[in-house]
């Protein structure tokens, strides 16, 4: 079993080095590969910081890479909810994943940031 990295991920998604590419590739393709929230943070981050992405696509990206076989995360649900709320919504990432943790596992997320409450109430009026 592997755990990648931010580079690793970010190298198979953006493909513009095809040697690590296509090496990233063939560890997933012969190797369960434990992919970590904090890590989709860092990818999430790099990709909107340094490489300038849409948020839509950066979600799409990472939800399709997380859906292929032998990826595998302790919290995929949370992970994928995270990245549709961060595509739907002008928060960071990391506001979206508390607030997916809101609203997979119903923790109480505490915050004096007022867009992260309102997103909050907006998910418990669903």
Known sequence: MKIFDANMILRYLINDNI????YVENLIEKNEVIVLPEVIAEVVYVMTKVYKRDRSD?????ITFLE???IKTNCGNVIKNGLQLYDENNLDFVDCLLCAYHKEYGHEICTFDKKL???IKKIDSI
Not at 19 to 22: F, G, Q
Not at 58 to 62: F, Q, T
Request: no cysteine.
């Open 58 to 62: 950066i979600a799409k990206g990472i």
């Open 117 to 119: 409450n309102k997103l």
């Open 68 to 70: 292929t076989d032998n």
């Open 19 to 22: 040697e690590m590419a296509d």
